[in-house]
């Protein structure tokens, strides 16, 4: 019998702690329901194919803008993995802003998470999310702890970051991303180590696996 799962939506900020919260409860409900019946799915893989641009063009662009998103295929994918049907991930590369060679074949499972800023953006995409969360901290944290992050992990120097968070971080954040909070069912202050919220969530997704 094939798997229909169950959506989870997490939005925010960058560097909010997206990341760290849909990794902190794929690792708590393996230990229950098991490592075969959890996954995550990041926005980040659907940034658009853009091998035709040179690097200097491809780091101009604004990667905090719904246009550089491609969620026509997210959706589509997510529409895969309701009928039961194997989905092959794009996988993004950050320190060339573009997508890899490789895919990462995934499996329905009974539950998959979604994070990235704007998947709470799309109606399209918020109606096919079973549970919608919003990362609620503040955008001074974000910033130093995106610094840190985009220096050691990303290949960024720190005039990079700045000169990026003031040029469209920032900027669409208020625009774009700030304004899906009302659309979310969860509100999480301060990030992802908020442990109150970690097993709110964790409770509700058992409860929805269970009904
Ligand atoms: N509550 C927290 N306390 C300390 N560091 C955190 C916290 N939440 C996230 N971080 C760190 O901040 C950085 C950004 O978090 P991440 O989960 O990658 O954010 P996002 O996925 O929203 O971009 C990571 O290095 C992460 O380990
Ligand atoms: O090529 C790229 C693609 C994205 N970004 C930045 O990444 C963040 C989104 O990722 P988080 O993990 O949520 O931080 C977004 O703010 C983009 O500015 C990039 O710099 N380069």
């Given at each position: 019998m094939s798997v229909s799962?169950?959506?989870?939506?997490?939005?925010?900020?960058?560097?909010?702690?997206?990341?760290l919260l849909a990794g902190t409860i794929?690792?708590?409900?393996?230990?229950?329901?098991?490592?075969?019946?959890?996954?995550?799915?990041?926005?980040d893989s659907y940034y658009q194919e853009q091998s035709d641009l040179t690097f200097e063009e491809r780091t101009a662009i604004n990667?905090?803008?719904?246009?550089?998103?491609?969620?026509?295929?997210?959706i589509d994918h997510i529409d895969q993995l309701h009928q039961g049907r194997e989905v092959d991930i794009p996988i993004y590369d950050y320190t060339v802003h573009n997508r890899s060679e490789e895919k990462r074949p995934l499996s329905p499972v009974p539950v998959i998470i979604i994070e990235g800023i704007l998947i709470l953006h799309d109606k399209a995409i918020r109606k096919r999310l079973d549970a919608k969360v919003f990362m609620d901290t503040p955008l001074?944290?974000?910033?130093l702890r995106r610094?840190?992050?985009?220096?050691?992990?990303?290949?960024?120097?720190?005039d990079s970051v700045i000169e990026q968070y003031k040029r469209t971080v920032r900027?669409?954040?208020?625009?774009?991303?700030?304004?899906?909070?009302?659309?979310?069912?969860?509100?999480v202050p301060r990030g992802g180590k908020n442990r109150v919220a970690i097993e709110m969530i964790k409770a509700r997704i058992l409860q929805m696996l269970a009904n």
């Open positions: 799962p169950i959506f989870i939506g997490i939005a925010g900020a960058s560097a909010s702690g997206k990341s794929y690792e708590e409900l393996r230990n229950t329901i098991g490592g075969h019946s959890i996954a995550i799915i990041k926005e990667y905090d803008h719904p246009n550089a998103f491609d969620h026509d295929l997210l001074d944290v974000c910033l610094l840190r992050r985009d220096i050691s992990e990303r290949g960024r120097t720190v900027p669409m954040f208020l625009e774009f991303i700030e304004p899906t909070k009302q659309f979310a069912d969860i509100i």
